[in-house]
């Protein structure tokens, strides 16, 4: 598992850079745990962040946009949701047209 510890002050940039770096290198999202301040160690530690990958990981500015307002919702899942968004939103661009369809 691969934790990324969120910081307190411009989560959303730390989330987007490292998605982008974890959707280059393929990692699915059932790999990794979306921390924040507060939040307790893994009891087994966890993986770092692997580097960049060859996948080129895209955003649209309309998804980066809704990903931030969703960045200051309260609930826990958002940062692992929004990154199944972007995971599926480069294998299917037209993800925005149909967003509940799996």
């Known amino acids: 598992m691969i934790r ?3 910081p307190r002050f411009d989560r959303f940039d730390a989330w987007r850079d ?3 770096r974890l959707a280059g290198a393929g990692i699915a999202g059932e790999h990794i745990q979306w921390a ?3 939040m307790q160690a893994d009891l087994f530690g966890a993986e770092p962040i692997p580097p960049s990958g060859s996948i080129e ?3 649209s500015h309309d998804f980066l946009s ?3 307002t969703v960045g200051f919702h309260s609930d ?5 949701l ?7 939103f ?3 661009r037209d993800f925005w047209a149909t967003p509940l369809i799996r």
């Open 76 to 80: 826990s899942e958002r940062w692992a």
């Open 4 to 6: 990324v510890d969120l």
């Open 18 to 20: 490292a998605a982008r």
């Open 36 to 38: 924040q301040e507060g």
């Open 66 to 68: 809704l990903a931030k």
């Open 57 to 59: 990981v895209l955003a």
């Open 82 to 88: 929004l990154y199944q968004a972007l995971v599926r």
């Open 90 to 92: 480069q294998h299917n």
